[in-house]
């Protein structure tokens, strides 16, 4: 019975491979992420070494690096001495230091070395996205020569559309030929001749992602070399795995915008305990700060009392701050993220925004004015012989509560960034409750001021 089943487990292995036969590499990763992480390591083991790295190396391929784990060590060493070294830097980072040393002491040295020099650069730097495997000539060769080396390399490099010049003797960077320039030229010229008339655009190895990508954007690169002080090529971030770390980062953004912790796998990789910590964290925080609006609610108790009506507009007033908090930190986040704002900028935002929340409490005032008079002229519900002062107090509550929502969702980015935190940490569910507190404080003020000797 055991060798039917084990028999069968071999046939299904051999049919998915089969099947990926006639897949593009998208495909085949969308294929392999529907199977259980044992099965689709089998599927690798079945693949020619050169469909399974062309696999491996997709970032979308959600559990590459326990798939190479399941691999036999033969295997694994020889798909990763074949794969592009800033993708295996990746993957070894999500690996336990057993497995990873298990694997890096298979490869050569100069692969394991150039790995381990890429492992050393913080998350999210430049270095960490860099490929070594790039496309570098002496500056003094002719442009057959370089045609002839990019033959002899390409299959081992990870891009071939921009090939850098050192100096001969120094290795120093000195310029930048794009593919397009060098077909272009004759062969028994000097690569010189074709090279581009601007210095190159270089960045530190510790530059942060999105400096690296508002560069890339700004200069319309394809790929960008990360030197050292003394500016030789430390290796270049191509624009694909920019554009991959950018896509991962926003999605971590988008997580901590929704009030609760990033999450490092797909929503259905998610175990179920590690889904409520994730999120039970944030929300038990949301929770105690919501309290102090039970405490704000206690504390009007006596006018709340006296004006019962007032309680009708509470849902009203706090989702009009909160929402408008919420529109202002979104905006500031995104404008913080892309450099459009810098943090000295704080006060000319404060500025922008301070008549911003006015003229849209105005608004909103306005709405809350009219809604009461129609409800109250058509007999639809009566608010009392006070009805007008009512119907002010709702309208100048409206307008302090949104424009404080507007200034402090506004301002909180910056604050966050000017205590080195994560602007995207002040999450619309946070803005709320921020926002939920006070409008509660600027409700029952401005109402024992303008209902004063009337209902309260």
Known sequence: MTGNIASRGRVDLVDHAAALASFNTADAVEYLNALDIDEAAGVLARLPAARAVSILEQPELHAAAPMLVQLPLDRAAVLLGLMAEDRVADLFHELDEADRDRLIWRLSAETRHSIQRLMRYPDGSAGSLMTTEFVAVPSDWSIGQTLQHIREVERSRETVYAIYLLDPVTRVLQQMVTMRRLITGDA?????????????????????????????????????????????????????????????????????????????????????????????????????????????????????????????????????????????????????????????????????????????????????????????????????????????????????????????????????????FDPASASAPFVATLVDVTGLVIYFSIAAVILRGTLL
Do not use: C
Not at 247 to 260: L, N, Q, V
């Open 188 to 420: 028994d010229a000097p690569i010189l001749d074709v090279a581009q008339v601007n210095p190159p655009v270089t960045v530190d190895a510790l530059l942060d992602q999105e400096e690296v990508a508002r560069l890339i954007r700004r200069h319309n690169l394809l790929a960008i070399p990360v030197v050292d002080a003394d500016r030789h090529v430390l290796g270049i971030v191509t624009v694909d795995d920019i554009l991959d770390a950018l896509i991962e980062e926003s999605t971590e953004d988008a997580h901590k915008f929704g009030g609760m912790e990033a999450l490092e796998r797909p929503y259905m990789q998610i175990g179920f305990l590690e889904m409520i910590r994730k999120r039970a964290g944030w929300l038990s925080v949301l929770f105690l700060g919501e309290m102090l609006t039970a405490s704000a609610m206690q504390h009007f108790e006596h006018e709340l009392a006296r004006a019962v009506v007032l309680m009708l507009f509470i849902p009203l007033i706090m989702s009009s701050g909160g929402n408008s908090g919420s529109q202002a930190t979104s905006l500031l986040i995104r404008s913080l993220a892309l450099r459009e704002l810098k943090l000295g900028d704080w006060w000319k935002v404060a500025l922008r925004e301070l008549p911003t929340g006015l003229l849209l409490g105005s608004i909103l005032g306005v709405l809350a004015i009219t809604r009461i008079t129609i409800w109250q002229q058509a007999g639809l519900y009566d608010y009392g012989p006070h009805w007008m002062l009512l119907a002010l107090t709702i309208a100048a509550a409206l307008v302090g509560i949104v424009t404080f929502g507007s200034l402090s969702g506004s301002m909180l980015p910056f604050i966050l960034q000017r205590l080195r």
